[in-house]
């Protein structure tokens, strides 16, 4: 068996025809260039958030989320579930697949080099020999050679290797996004507990007096002292205070549900926020507040993790444009050997028995039907898409940190507004139960005073609850890390 060997000469000529990769580029100006303009104002467009944490600015990333929850249980609770979580696996480990595919497109730029030895017997047939006498041969050989290696003329390979890199840098920062998501739904689900915990201590005690009342009512009615109208009415009351205590029941056992999900695994019991009336209170310190100045520039949302994402996918698809186009031209490729063989292995490295081959290819597309044209054709289409989706992406985190901001700027007004509702609320309710003894007011309009009262304690613990959740959209909304 024939097998071939480079020489300095060819060699020096694959040399040259490699060092053409870089002469020629298809690569075109992709629109995700730094001159790209963001479709978004140039300012967020907010009045100034004062807050607890250092301001975000657009040459600055944001600092690691350990600054913005303070509360140690909370830590301990998202630091498992960055262990445990499912979705942060599936991404880091695309992260890997992305890194291997890079791997992957980096090798088929290079020759591959491979190593073959073998032996061939053969018998010869009388009538076909030249003296008439046919015989066992052997033919013993090893080598090492290029096999059909691509000299990158047109940076086709080269626009496909940056490709790969840059969809393992848009996994990258996909994880990144999945990581800052699951710190705020973690932080988020934990606080909507406590305030869960906290509406469910509040309908006990409303239930508990709900029954007690109902008692005392009985008892009334016996004697004559309230008619049959004012007891259908506190029954009434006392099964809505019954059906509101069993729901919120079923939304605490939900948010469990939902942080075993996050995290993985079983909450800790000790890493739970403490229940009772108190319980929102008792975590109203849970998250920083981040502060942001009035004229901060919409350049800081391109350091989001989902933007930037966006960003190295559309230029991962400019490259593949840039293949496409080069798969139109001629394609070169090398294949060659170097070797020794013999008829006996103690020859088969001896002076003279060395062999060599190279077999330069030159492919060029004559007719395809169109087919390359269209795979450029869908390449541009991608781009395009992949660049409709970029500028969504921006301008969705543009209105993300817009709404938190809008939402940020009224609630202290409504926070203090909705406090000196529910005292007022509490005082009128203490005077008509001191009236109702007197005999001055009904057990219907106590009952009224009452529900405003619930209301309006239930409505404080909603509204404190989306001002702690709005300091995590707000950090996640900014790119928090």
Known sequence: MTRAILNLSTLGLAVSLAGLTGCVSTQPSGPGAPQWQAPVPATLGASAVTGDRPQPTAAEPMPDWQTVILDPHLRQMIGLALDQNRDLRVALRNIDAARAAVTSAT???????????????????????????????????????????EIDLWGRLARLDEAAQAKLLASEATARSVRATLVAEVAGTWLTLAADQQSLAFYEETLASQQRTLKLSLQQKDLGAISALDLAAVQAATQTARLSTATARTQVAQDLNALRLLL???????????????????????????????????????RRP?????????????????????????????????????????GLFASGNSTWSVAPGLSLPVLDWGGKQAAVDSARANQQAQLATYEKTVQTAFQEVAD?????????????????????????????????????????TVLEAQRSYWSAQQSLISLKLAEQTNRLTLFKALGGS
């Open 107 to 149: 090798a088929d730029r290079l020759p591959t080099l491979n190593a073959s030895a073998g032996t061939t017997t053969s018998k010869s047939a009388n009538d076909l020999s030249s003296n008439g006498h046919g015989g066992v041969s052997r033919q013993h050989s090893a080598s090492l050679g290029i096999s059909a290696w």
């Open 264 to 302: 993985g695994t079983e909450p800790p019991a000790e890493w739970l926020p403490a229940g009772g009336r108190s319980a929102l209170d008792q975590s109203a310190e849970a998250t920083a507040l981040v502060n942001v100045p009035a004229d901060l520039p919409s350049s800081v949302l391109l």
């Open 306 to 346: 989902d933007v930037m994402a966006a960003e190295f996918t559309l230029q991962a698809n400019d490259a593949n444009v840039a293949a496409a186009r080069a798969a139109l031209f001629p394609t070169l490729s090398l294949t060659a050997a170097a070797g020794t063989a013999s008829t006996a292995l103690s």
């Open 404 to 444: 938190a901001l809008a939402v940020r700027a009224q609630l202290d007004e409504r926070l203090d507004a909705q406090s000196q509702q529910v005292q007022a609320y509490a005082q009128a309710l203490a005077l008509t139960e001191t009236r109702q003894k007197l005999g001055a007011e009904s057990a219907l």
